[in-house]
């Protein structure tokens, strides 16, 4: 069941479930906190598991807009000030990794460990900055079917595209029912994040870094980057998965999240 709580001027949709220490999951673009279900499900029966929508995302609202993702790491501490979370191990993917960078850099002090999925430490290059700016036009020109069937093929790897139909369909629908506005600020607020590599020497926290070995979006060269700039941190590649291996295979995923929880 979803909840919904006001944070900075809008209402963000979440799930949080079971007890003991908290562990908060950020998702990707421009997908939902559904891309979690097999995380809740699993980890709440040994910790409190928290997923949200970002908003504009999913069941959130998008209330003044997405001015960048600094906004999105404010949002995020406004939901954990309305749970009364202090603290918590918070988890992020892709834009979810970009956004708990940011939240590191802004609301540090209070991650516990951190993990950063199939995400990169580096800004975009010119192009991949131009393009995020073309294809905002188009789906706010033509809606978000102009980006479905491209998207799917980067996000889940080969052998998921293979093999595992069911994950197709889920990223499927997710991306189908994203509001067309919310995407287009997402890829612009993308495209003005700021260069993490420096960061990376600060984050003196436990770090994991996990990586499908199929990434395509962010490959593992990206994640080793990462592993090689966090002082306290280590990696896990999780074979035959792409860019969403918590969903493409969620009892690896699951099991470098448990060990790395211990
Ligand atoms: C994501 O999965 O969140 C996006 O692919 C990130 C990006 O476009 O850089």
Redesign the pocket.
């Known amino acids: 069941m979803k909840n919904k709580i006001k944070a900075n001027n809008t209402e963000i949709a979440y799930r949080d479930r079971g007890e003991g220490k908290a562990i908060i999951f950020l ?5 939902s906190q559904i891309m979690w279900d097999d995380q809740i499900d699993q980890l709440s029966t040994s910790h409190r598991v928290i997923t949200f929508d970002w908003r504009g995302f999913g069941d959130s609202r998008l209330g003044d807009g997405i001015a960048s993702l600094d906004l999105f790491a404010d949002d995020l501490a406004a939901l954990m000030d309305g749970l009364s979370i202090q603290k918590a191990t918070i988890c992020g ?6 956004a708990a960078l940011a939240f590191f850099r802004r609301h540090g002090h209070r991650i516990e460990k951190l993990i950063l999925a ?3 430490a580096t800004t ?1 290059t010119e192009e ?1 900055r131009r393009g ?1 700016f073309e294809t905002a036009e188009a789906v706010r020109l033509h809606g978000v079917d102009v980006i479905v069937e491209t ?1 799917i093929p ?2 889940v790897g080969e052998t998921s595209l293979k093999n595992r139909h069911h994950v197709c369909d889920k990223v499927r629908s997710m991306i189908k029912s994203a509001d067309p506005e919310t995407v287009a600020q997402a ?1 612009i607020a ?1 495209a003005g994040r700021s260069d993490s590599s420096e960061l990376l020497a600060e984050i003196n926290i436990p770090t994991l870094i996990i990586v499908g070995s199929e990434d395509k ?2 490959p593992p060269v990206e994640a080793e980057f990462i592993r090689q700039g966090i002082p306290n941190s280590q990696m896990f590649i999780i074979n035959g998965a792409g ?2 291996p918590n969903m493409e295979s969620p009892a690896d995923f699951n099991l470098a999240i448990e060990n790395f929880l211990k």
């Open positions: 998702h990707a673009f421009p997908l993917l892709s834009m979810g990794g970009y199939d995400t990169r975009d991949g995020r998207m980067r996000l890829l993308m979006l962010t860019h969403l």
